[in-house]
């Protein structure tokens, strides 16, 4: 079944200033709070339904995205998890009368852990967990509090390396961070830039920011490893009699000889002119597919020389 929208869960306009966001938060989460509802799974739910779209409208990023991509769109892009990173309402539950110790256990379906339960870092021995002000009383899986990015990167930025910035969010709020692409970075690899996810301050761990490449389309080369192909037309005297013709590299044009008598999707190999080591790939090389022009139209004259040529026998 599909969730409300936020913005009706909370009664409020798509339009709503924060403040009035905040406002309407405030309203409900003192009607529906689990201390004046003690027992009603009803309010319970709706309970979380608010916390959840607070945590987005309250977000200037998140409500981007949201009012961006709708429902679908966004859950796309948000765990449940990711929802609440960053998001802290300590201060505004304790104002309200309420404490916020076992709220985000709740929303997560977690049970808190009883005394000297695991390796704890917490008070009486219990592991702690931390989001904002949001606590449940273990400790973050590994993992957990690292953070993905998928990195849109051009063909030749991949091939000849290059350096982007990136924007994020984590629950230090909204941070940009340069990043070095190395040279012939492939898609589906990923770039680990350590210490940049979330904190865990309970347990004094970070986590790190995973950045996964993926290497846009080139309208001329192909990839495949460390090797380049490429197609080429040539004309039929050329490939008759032999010739040259320019091709495209990564380096720049070059000119290429084309053998007599160079048949139809023959490769034509230039050594090191495919993308440069890396890793354990030794540099590779371009290869170039000929492909033979054959003109749609002829002069009177074309069409005579070849008529004396099949007279000929070819």
Known sequence: MAKKDYYEILGVQKSASEEDVKKAYRKLALKFH???NPGNKQAEEQFKEINEAYAVLSDKDKRKEYDTYGMGGFQQRYTQEDIYKGFNIGDLYKDLGFGT???FSMIFGRQPAGPGAGRGTGKAGRRVYDY???VTREQAPAGELDLHYELEIPFMDAVRGSEKVLSFTSDRGSEEIKVKIPKGIN????LRLPGKGSRDPYAGRTGDLYVTVKVAEHPVFKRVGNDIYL??????TDAFLG????VPTIEGPKRIKIPAGTQMSSKVRLKGLGVPQTGKLAAGDEYVEVAIEVPRKLTDKQKSLLEEL???GL
């Open 231 to 236: 197609k080429v037309q040539v004309k039929m």
């Open 310 to 312: 099949r007279k000929e």
């Open 101 to 103: 110790g076992d709220i």
């Open 187 to 190: 898609t589906g690899q990923k």
């Open 132 to 134: 904002g002000d949001f």
């Open 243 to 246: 010739g040259n013709v320019e």
């Open 34 to 36: 689990p201390d004046r």
